[in-house]
C-alpha cells in the first residue's frame, strides 16, 4: 500500500487531524525533531490545501480527506508524489492499521475521533490521545480495548499530561487530582452579562490559542467537564476526588495530590507542543526550543472555586458521570450540536446548556452501552439536541 522508503529508525506517527491546532503543532515537534519521528500519515477534515501543502513538506506515506468532496483536488494536488491519498471516514479507519504506524495521534474534534481511535487500538498502536471526546463517550470501552490489545494512552490534553507527568515514578495511590481550569474569557461575568456574550468574545481564549470547538467548550467550561470525565477513566478515579480548580494564569497544568498529603504539579508556560512532544517521545523527555517559565516576571498565581451556577455545563458534566453509562454521549452529542449553533448564532450562550439537559432527559437512557449502542445514541442525541433548539 506505501511506496516511500522504510526508516524503521524513526517512529513512525499517525496524525489523525493535522490540519488542526493540534495537528500543526505536532508537525512543528516532528520537524523539530525529524531525526526521531516522522509523519507516516496525515489526515484532514475539509482543509485540503493545507493538507496537501503538508504532504509536500513532510512527505508521508498516506494522506486521507475526510470529506470525500475534495478526493479529486488532493490527488491533483499530489499527482507528482509517491503518496497514497484517499477519502472518507471508513479509509482513516484502514490507514491507522498500517503496519508501519507506531503510534496514532488522535487529533480530530469530537466523536468522528471515535470509530479510528478503537480502529488504531485494535492494530495494537499506542494512542496520543488529544481527542478528547472519545474517552468522554466511550471511556469504560477504549479502556477495555486498550487492556485487551496491550495498548497505551499518552495523554496529550495539557492538565492530563500533567497528572501523567505527577504520577511517574509513583506507586501510592492517588488521594486527590487537581485539575486546573483557566476559567476561559467569561471567568468574571456575572451570569446577567453571560446572556449577551458573542461567539467573537468566546473565541477569544486568554492563555491557549486552540480550534474553535474545545475554545467555546473552554468558554462554557463543558471542557473542563469533559476533562474531568476523561481523568476519571485515564487515571481509574471516581469523580469526587477530582477537584477542579480555576488558576487563571494557567502556570499549574495540574496536580497529585498523595496519601501523605504531598502534591505534585507539572509546571510550564502554555504551550500544548510540551504534552504532544513528550506523549511521542515517552519515556523520554527531548531538548525543546519552547519558551521557559521565568520565575521573577510571574506575578501572581490565584486559585478558586468554578461557579457550576454560571457554568452549568460544568455541572451538567458531573451530572452525567453520575448517571453513568450512555449519559456522558448524550451530553458529548449535545454539547457538538450546540457549540456549532452557538458559534452560528443560532442559540445563545446560556441556552446551551438548556438544550444540553433537555436532550439528557430525553434520549434513551442505556446502563450498559455496547459501541453500535454508541453510534445509536449520539444520532439520537443530536436529533434530539437540534428539536430541542427548535
Ligand atoms: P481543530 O478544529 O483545530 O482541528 C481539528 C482537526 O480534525 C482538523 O485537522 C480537521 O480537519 C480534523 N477534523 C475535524 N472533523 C473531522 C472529521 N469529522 N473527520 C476527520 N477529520 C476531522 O481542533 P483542535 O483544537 O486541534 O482539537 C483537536 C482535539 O484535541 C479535540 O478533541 C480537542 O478537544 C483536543 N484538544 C485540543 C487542544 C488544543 O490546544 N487545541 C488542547 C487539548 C485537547
Ligand atoms: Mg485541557
Redesign the pocket.
Known sequence: MFTTEQQPHKKQIAI????????TQALEVIAEHSDLFEARIL?????WELLAAQARQFNPAAVVI?DETHYTQLCDALSDLPIAVYAG?DA?CQVVQSSEVNMVLT????F??LPPTISAIKAGKPIAL????TMVVAGELINGLCQQYHVPILP???EHSAIFQSLMGEQSPIEKIILTASGGPFRNFTLEQLKDVTPAQALKHPN?D?????TI?SASMM?KGFEVIEAKWLFGVEPDIIQVVVHPQSVIHSAVQFADGAVKAQLGVPD?RVPIQLAFSFPARLKSSFERLDWYAMRDLTFEQPDMNKFRCLQLAYDALDKGGNMPCIVNAANEIVNVAFRKERCSFLQMADIIEATMQRATFIAQPTYDDYLATDAEARRIAEEAMG
Open positions: 489523525l487531524g493535522s490540519t488542526g491546532s493540534i495537528g489526515t484532514a477534515g475539509h482543509r475526510a471516514a482513516l487529533a480530530m474534534v469530537g468522528a475521533g488529544a481527542n478528547k471526546e496529550v490534553d495539557s491557549w486552540m480550534g474553535a470547538k474545545i467548550d471542557n500544548m
